[in-house]
């Protein structure tokens, strides 16, 4: 006997739980169609493989990120600085001292709310503990006014 049908040859109790399960997470993954940052710009998330358009997923606009300061952006793991004008730099937004996400950039640095540790925004090195280690580099590109995460 097949394992997906009953006695009586129609769905088995396992193929109907397993068909709703799939009808779930198609609505789910609809539900979560575009999403907004907090400025209430589109998020474009990258697709399953990691790319987009043979790219990566597209950030921001340059103009979306302050001279002299930053942006997070918490579903990619990243956050971005512009030090100096028309220079832009990208790092992971977890802390490497207990692995809080970031909260803010601010007068040259990356900080972290949990434990007071705060990073160069043009480097990532740490710039007062308790981390001891930088945040790491992440790769971006800059085309046409648009960054974009390397995947």
Not at 50 to 56: F, Q, Y
């Amino acid at each position: 006997m097949n394992t997906t049908q009953n006695h009586e040859g129609r769905p088995g109790r396992r193929a109907v739980v397993v068909a709703a399960g799939a009808v779930s997470v198609t609505a789910v993954l609809a539900a979560c169609g575009n999403q907004k940052d907090s400025d209430g710009a589109d998020v474009v998330k990258p697709a399953a493989d990691g790319s987009k358009d043979g790219g990566g997923a597209a950030l921001a606009r340059t103009d979306d990120i302050p001279e002299g300061g930053g942006k997070i952006f918490a579903d990619q793991g990243v956050v971005v600085t512009q030090p100096k004008a028309g220079e832009f730099k990208a790092f992971s937004s977890k802390c490497t001292h207990q692995g809080c996400a970031v909260s803010g950039v601010a007068d040259g640095t990356i900080d972290c709310p949990c434990h007071g540790s705060r990073f160069d925004a043009s480097t990532g090195a740490v710039k007062h503990g308790p981390a001891t280690e930088p945040l790491p580099a992440m790769t971006i590109t800059v085309s046409d006014g648009t960054i974009t995460l390397a995947p």
